[in-house]
Structure formats: structure tokens, C-alpha cells
């Protein structure tokens, strides 16, 4: 039997893996040897442990992170949970390297403007937007625009023009929310001369002012609105009505590495039934919560059968996965969905939790997790 057992210089050689790689995996409990020799700590391997070894340096190539390893060579056989880890981490893989083009188009924007200040303009772009849409989204993402002086890039929201989609962001560090508009028709150069060379995206910041000016001017009934963004200008038409403003000089934080979540469980409700349930619910109070300020904090909590509520004071299920947000924030969160169905995607406490609008994957909310000593 000892004589079928690969040393680990061994497994190295036909794995793939080196041998201090090996010796790392053994210490995070990922691949552990079949014996050890008590006396000289030598480490032996099964035969049915190079086929563990070869996934496990496949792995480690395309840069799966250590738990999502430990979880694929866990999986239990026919399950499909390994499949599922892979398939996360190709659309994480995927994500990145569409941000990575998306940036390096503006970097090679901006090092044309840096070689010929003279000719080199930013572009503005006009682009026709379904007028109730974009009223509806600035609605969604209105609530998280941040107030902090020491922070004014947060101070608007971002209206983030790439290809045929409008996406408009907002954050105060502690909670984000994001909507989606599609155009319907890609953007066109403000002026003939004034081209975004290679589809080049396009943001601007919108200040608080100018954005709940716009929502009042959408709000006279057009059907279509003229959006005009770029050159550090924001101008919307409708209805025979203009208002247009300065766009905040800020370089906006990454936002799409933020919201690529994989949620351990997803739960969907009436928005109305969480609503309340929060409204009546206990909370928790934190001297020093957002803002250095006093809050109330409600603890939202899954059973074992799949079963979200709003936590007692004094529930403490062993197997829960709960998460404690700011019950204002929760609050202001929900409206976003109106009375219709709300998905809910939650994975831990120290995760954020997601709050989407049901059959709009593209309209949700980000609540960062508040931590109380009594969750463990």
C-alpha cells in the first residue's frame, strides 16, 4: 500500500504544483496529504490525489481565490456546486476585462489630450431617453447621494453613458444604489466635429441641484428627453424645456467592482411585506454608527428553511445568516421597488447585503453591513 504512495516531490513533478505550493495547500486544509511520516514529517500522496492536484493547479492558474478552491474539490460529486464556483469566477473574469477595455479606451483618450492640448476636445454626446425611465431611475439612486464636505465627488450622481445604456450611480461610502435606462438608440456626437474615437463611454457627475431640477423638468409629462453629457456639461431637453449645469471637476470612485456579488442565498418578497416588517421590528442600538452618529440597526436574518424575517433582540439561532444594516438606510433602500417584488441577496455579516427590484436586475441597492459585537 505505502509503495502506491507518491512522495511530494513526486506529485509536484506530474501535478504541475510545486513543492512549496503543495506544502501551502496542506496548511489550509485544501489538499492534505493521505500520510505523514511522524518522524520526519515527510508527506505521502494517494494515487486517486493527482487528479485533486492537476484541477487544483488548473485552478490556481486562472486565479481562484482560496476559498472558492477549497469549495470545488469539496463539492460533492453530481452536485453541481463546483460547476457553479467555476461559472462565478468567469463572470468575474469576464466583468474584469470589460472594465479593463472600458478604462483603456479612456486612458488612450486622455493621452491623446495630453499630446495635443490644442486639438484634443472631450466630446459631449446627445442621446434621446425615455423621459418616465430616467425620472424612475433618478428616483432610485436620489437617496444614497452623499452629503460629507470632506467627500465631494459623492455629492451627485454619476450618469454613466456606455454604449446603448444609461447608468446612473450614487454613493455615500455607506450604501450605493444603481439603475439602469437603454437607450433606444446608441449616443451621437453633440457636434459633427466632436467624435468619441473607438466608442470612447462617457460620464459626467451630476451635482444634487442640477439632478432634482432634472427630475422636476421630467416630471411635465414628454414622452422623450434630449441628454446631453460630456465636456463637463449635463443639459436635458423636454417638452419644449431646457435646464442645463456645470458637471462636478471629480474623477467618480470604481463603482463596478463593487457590485459583483456572489450571494450565498437570494430571497424574494413584496416589497411592502419587508417594509413593514422593519417598521415593527426590533432594532438594535449602536452609539457610533454612518457618520459618527448614534443609529438604530435592524438585524435581518435567514433560517435553515430559507425564511427571511427581522431578528428579536434576543434570537440567536445557531445556522442563521444574518446581517445587520442601518434601519434608516433599509428604509430608504425600499421605496426604490414601490409595492412591487423585491429580491434580497444576502451572504454573511461582514457581506453586503443587495436589495433588487424584481425582474430589473440593473436597479438595486447596496447596503454596507454594520458590525454588533452580539453576531459573532
Request: aromatic share 4%; with cysteine.
Amino acid at each position: 500500500m505505502e509503495s502506491d504512495l507518491r512522495s511530494i516531490g513526486e506529485l509536484a513533478r506530474d501535478s504541475g504544483l510545486g513543492v512549496s505550493a503543495l506544502r501551502f495547500y496542506d496548511g489550509a486544509d485544501v489538499l492534505t496529504p493521505a500520510r505523514v511520516d511522524p518522524q520526519t514529517g515527510y508527506r505521502w500522496y494517494a494515487p486517486g490525489q493527482l487528479a485533486d492536484a492537476r484541477l487544483l493547479c488548473r485552478l490556481r492558474r486562472v486565479g481562484l481565490p482560496l476559498a472558492d478552491i477549497r469549495a470545488v474539490l469539496g463539492a460533492e460529486p453530481g452536485s453541481g456546486a463546483a460547476h457553479r464556483v467555476v461559472d462565478a469566477h468567469l463572470r468575474r473574469l469576464e466583468a474584469g476585462l470589460a472594465d479593463a477595455r472600458r478604462e483603456l479606451s479612456l486612458i488612450r483618450t486622455l493621452i491623446d489630450q495630453r499630446e495635443s492640448p490644442m486639438t484634443a476636445t472631450p466630446a459631449a454626446h446627445t442621446v434621446t431617453v425615455p423621459a418616465r425611465e430616467l425620472a424612475e431611475a433618478l428616483g432610485a439612486v436620489r437617496f444614497a447621494v452623499g452629503t460629507d464636505p470632506e467627500h465631494p465627488v459623492l455629492s451627485g450622481v454619476l450618469f454613466d453613458l456606455d454604449g446603448g445604456l444609461l447608468r446612473l450611480v450614487a454613493t455615500d461610502r455607506y450604501r450605493m444604489a444603481l439603475a439602469e435606462v437603454p437607450l433606444p438608440a446608441a449616443p451621437v456626437p453633440a457636434a459633427p466635429d466632436a467624435s468619441a474615437p473607438g466608442g470612447v463611454p462617457v460620464a459626467e457627475i451630476v451635482p444634487t441641484a442640477l439632478v432634482d431640477g432634472i427630475r422636476a423638468l421630467l416630471g411635465s409629462g414628454a414622452e422623450q428627453a434630449e441628454l446631453t453629457l460630456g465636456a463637463g456639461l449635463v443639459r436635458v431637453e423636454t417638452g419644449g424645456h431646457r435646464i442645463e449645469g456645470a458637471a462636478l471637476d471629480h474623477d467618480y470612485p470604481d463603482y463596478r467592482s463593487l457590485v459583483r456579488l456572489d450571494p450565498v442565498h437570494r430571497v424574494g418578497l413584496p416589497a411592502a411585506e419587508l417594509r413593514g416588517a422593519v417598521e415593527s421590528g426590533a432594532t438594535r442600538s449602536l452609539p457610533s454608527g454612518p457618520h459618527g452618529e448614534a443609529c438604530e440597526v435592524t438585524v435581518l436574518t435567514i433560517d435553515q428553511d430559507g425564511r427571511l424575517t427581522v431578528a428579536a433582540d434576543d434570537d440567536q439561532a445557531p445556522g442563521d445568516i444574518r446581517v445587520a444594516v442601518n434601519r434608516d438606510f433599509l428604509l430608504d433602500a425600499l421605496p426604490v421597488a414601490g409595492p412591487g417584488q423585491l429580491v434580497l441577496e444576502l451572504t454573511g455579516p461582514i457581506a453586503p447585503l443587495a436589495i433588487r427590484t424584481a425582474g430589473r436586475d440593473g436597479t438595486f441597492s447596496i447596503l454596507m453591513p454594520i458590525r454588533v459585537p452580539d453576531l459573532g
